[in-house]
């Protein structure tokens, strides 16, 4: 079982940025697949941002140039930093990880964006 929890969500305006962190509860080293995903209000969850053990990154097309993932194996946590953020960003983050799919879940974290 790996414990995911996340931090660094707030309220920002239009144009700010933001980093998310992710802890994990055990070593990241050989954790295939760690993403961000996030949920607006009365919307289907999305992924914004993978990364992979080989750290290989994927984003979503809403998010390109303005958000980056990255990991610290060192410290066990995945990082999300967000700039230029707009309201559309507004949503509850949340860290996955898994092997193939993604079976660990934090708890999420509220971003604010207002104009």
């Known amino acids: 079982q790996v414990q995911l929890v996340e931090s660094g969500g707030g309220s920002v305006q239009a144009g700010g940025s933001l980093r998310l962190s992710c802890a994990t509860s055990?070593?990241?080293?050989?954790?295939?697949?760690m993403a961000w995903f996030r949920q607006a209000p009365g919307k289907q969850r999305e992924r914004v941002a993978a990364i992979t053990s080989g750290g290989i990154t994927n984003y979503d097309d809403s998010v390109k140039g303005r958000f980056t993932i990255s990991r610290d194996n060192a410290k066990n946590t995945v990082y999300l930093q967000m700039n230029s953020l707009k309201p559309e960003d507004t949503a509850v983050y949340y860290c996955?990880?898994?092997?193939?799919?993604?079976?660990?879940w934090g708890q999420g974290t509220q971003v604010t964006v207002s104009s």
């Open positions: 996955a990880a898994g092997t193939y799919n993604y079976d660990y």
């Open positions: 055990r070593s990241i080293v050989s954790t295939r697949l």
